[in-house]
């Protein structure tokens, strides 16, 4: 599945291996769809295509996430990078929070995609809980712009619905993680009395430990280092 995990398409410098996927926002089905055919708009040059502007907004709205020692990311600062002019941005979001929710939206259709998969396809636990934690490490890998998404870094003094949206989405990871720790248990993969919640919280409180690893080292600190290992240990449920 990790050859599945898929980057914000047209993002210089967040691929890292070969992609097999790309989700990107919804209504655009793969990469041709996000071809950055330039246009002028009120003396704005933008994509041509109002799903590919706003693509193309995200996009490098994450390429400036992956600089983590730059200031607040501005809209101004974001026009830009565009070279377009911030009112050409509120055309197509209506604020810088809305640009976030975009985000967000990808990396939830994306790690949830996957969770789901992995899930479908395998109906051991354990491999369930090894096969998720090596895709949530392996997307952070590949889309480091996101990590500090993930982490919350990007989100402080933003709209306070953004991290709320965020610690749902780690939650929802977490109870995936308890479903697959209860099917172990029920295949004799696990302890019959292991505490499926302390477990999880364990599991999710690891990954998010290495993703703020990687963003906190200026994604020099690879989210997958040591993860064999790390993995075999956590898995013992000893």
Not at 56 to 72: D, G, N, R, S, V
Not at 139 to 157: E, H, S, W, Y
């Amino acid at each position: 599945h990790f050859d599945q995990i898929p980057t914000l398409c047209g993002c210089q410098g967040t691929i890292r291996a070969p992609v097999a996927a790309c989700i990107v926002v919804p209504g655009h089905k793969n990469k041709s769809d996000l071809a950055l055919n330039k246009t002028t708009l009120g003396g704005d040059t933008m994509a041509a295509k109002p799903g590919e502007r706003k693509n193309q907004i995200l996009q490098t709205l994450a390429e400036m996430l992956e600089k983590p020692q730059q200031e607040k990311i501005t809209t101004a600062a974001l026009a830009a990078r565009l070279d377009v002019s911030e009112a050409a941005l509120y055309r197509h979001f209506a604020s810088k929070a809305q640009m976030f929710e975009g985000l967000i939206e990808f990396i939830e259709q994306t790690l949830f995609g996957l969770i789901n998969k992995i899930t479908a396809e395998e109906t051991d636990g354990r491999k369930q809980l090894d096969g998720i934690i090596s895709m949530l490490l392996g997307f952070a890998q590949k889309n480091p712009g996101m990590t500090r998404v993930l982490i919350g870094d990007a989100l402080v003094n933003e709209n306070e619905r953004l991290q709320a949206r965020i610690n749902q989405l780690h939650d929802r990871i977490e109870a995936t993680l308890r479903q697959a720790l209860r099917i172990a248990a029920t295949q004799h993969e696990a302890p019959a009395g292991l505490d499926a919640n302390a477990m999880a919280n364990l599991l999710l409180a690891f990954v998010v430990g290495r993703w703020h690893q990687f963003a906190k080292s200026g994604f020099k600190r690879s989210p997958l280092d040591l993860l064999d290992a790390q993995k075999a240990a956590l898995l013992r449920f000893s």
